[in-house]
């Protein structure tokens, strides 16, 4: 298994400001995920971030709203930009197992994101 | 394409009686699936998987599910309902290298 963390836990944004939200992990992957859960929702993928690569973005979601960076293999960042209230949600970010657990995946703690 | 229903958005149960959660997918491939824990305030724990091997699956907690494919269905057990098992719970098949989850089963735990 891998063990995520993420940073901010939570924060409370003005609506048309930015944040960036950072994701590590304590090993090495080739392929980090990015999900946002809106209030009372299930995950939704947002992108997939292969290092070395462009993310790929998922229907609904774009590069210039949902700018991702993966410099490594252990760390990736998704920006919220020019947020409106409608960006209140807990973002995730997940990679894959490897080897015995390939396919499964685990999950950061989450930035539970306010947008007033 | 791939699917994952879950039936009920809130279940309610007394501790100590059975629990279970049902989930039905749609895949054109034999599937992968899941179930994930998601505790108030926390990220998302596996508490499960079916990976083509045993089509009975222990995970962690207490929990367990059966793959049966002629009913296209993964659905969560655990025989006691403990207070600690308050939680919502996702059911997840696997895509294209992603998770697919359905809308989440929300427990509610009586004493």
């Known amino acids: 298994s891998a063990v995520i963390s993420q940073k901010p836990s939570r924060d409370i944004c003005q609506r048309g400001t930015s944040l960036t939200i950072q994701c590590q992990v304590d090993?090495?992957?080739?392929?980090m995920f990015w999900y946002r859960q809106q209030p009372g929702q299930s995950l939704t993928l947002i992108a997939t971030?292969?290092?070395?690569?462009?993310?790929?973005?998922e229907s609904g979601f774009v590069i210039d709203k949902f700018p991702i960076s993966r410099p490594n293999l252990t760390f990736s960042t998704l920006t919220v930009s020019n947020m409106s209230p409608e960006d209140s949600s807990i973002y995730l970010c997940?990679?894959?197992?490897?080897?015995?657990?390939?396919?499964?995946?685990?999950f950061g703690p989450g930035t539970r994101l306010t947008v007033t | 394409a791939q699917s994952v229903t879950q039936l009920g958005s809130h279940v309610s149960v007394s501790e100590g009686a059975l629990v279970l959660l049902r989930c039905n997918y749609s895949?054109?491939?034999?599937?992968?699936l899941f179930w994930y824990v998601q505790y108030p305030n926390q990220g998302l724990q596996l508490l499960l998987k079916?990976?083509?091997?045993?089509?009975l699956v222990k995970g962690i907690n207490g929990f367990e599910a059966e793959f049966k494919k002629s009913e296209t269905s993964f659905h969560l057990t655990k025989p006691s309902a403990h207070m600690s098992d308050a939680a919502e719970y996702f059911c997840?098949?696997?895509?294209?290298?992603?998770?697919?989850f359905g809308k989440g089963t929300k427990l509610s735990v009586k004493p």
């Open positions: 997940s990679v894959e197992g490897t080897g015995g657990d390939a396919y499964e995946q685990y």
């Open positions: 090993s090495q992957v080739t392929m």
């Open positions: 971030a292969n290092q070395g690569s462009e993310a790929t973005y």
């Open positions: 895949s054109s491939v034999p599937p992968y």
């Open positions: 079916y990976t083509s091997a045993a089509t």
């Open positions: 997840a098949v696997s895509g294209r290298g992603n998770l697919i």
